[in-house]
């Protein structure tokens, strides 16, 4: 079993910066795999990055690209989220996810390919 705890999240004015932290309770051997996904209020959850152990390939969705920026710190079994440039449309809850180890393939940006979930923080970004 595997819980994570996000933090980090806050209010910014657009242009600024946060990084967001999720740590986890077991060893990194504990998933394969983290991701990052949001859902801003009367929409769907969305996919924002994630990051696979095996080599540290890294994915984002389109409408991060370029401006965020996920990694880890195996040590600390924590996963990072660098949040450049923010926009008011990133205005969201913020969760963390992690792929149980025994699950391989499928597709990392969607939220079914995760077995464990943080319970989320909040980001809000003021024009």
């Known amino acids: 079993q595997v819980q994570l705890v996000e933090s980090g999240g806050g209010s910014v004015q657009a242009g600024g910066s946060l990084r967001l932290s999720c740590a986890t309770s077991?060893?990194?051997?504990?998933?394969?795999?983290m991701g990052w996904f949001r859902r801003a209020p009367g929409k769907e959850r969305d996919f924002v990055a994630a990051i696979r152990w095996d080599g540290g390939y890294t994915y984002y969705g389109e409408s991060v690209k370029g401006r965020f920026t996920i990694s880890r710190d195996n040590a600390k079994n924590t996963v990072y989220l660098q949040m450049n440039s923010l926009k008011p449309e990133d205005t969201a809850v913020y969760y963390c996810?992690?792929?149980?180890?025994?699950?391989?393939?499928?597709?990392?940006?969607?939220?079914?390919?995760?077995?464990?979930w943080g319970q989320g923080t909040q980001v809000t970004v003021s024009s």
């Open positions: 996810a992690a792929r149980a180890p025994w699950r391989l393939g499928g597709d990392l940006s969607s939220p079914r390919a995760y077995d464990y």
């Open positions: 077991g060893r990194t051997s504990s998933s394969n795999a």
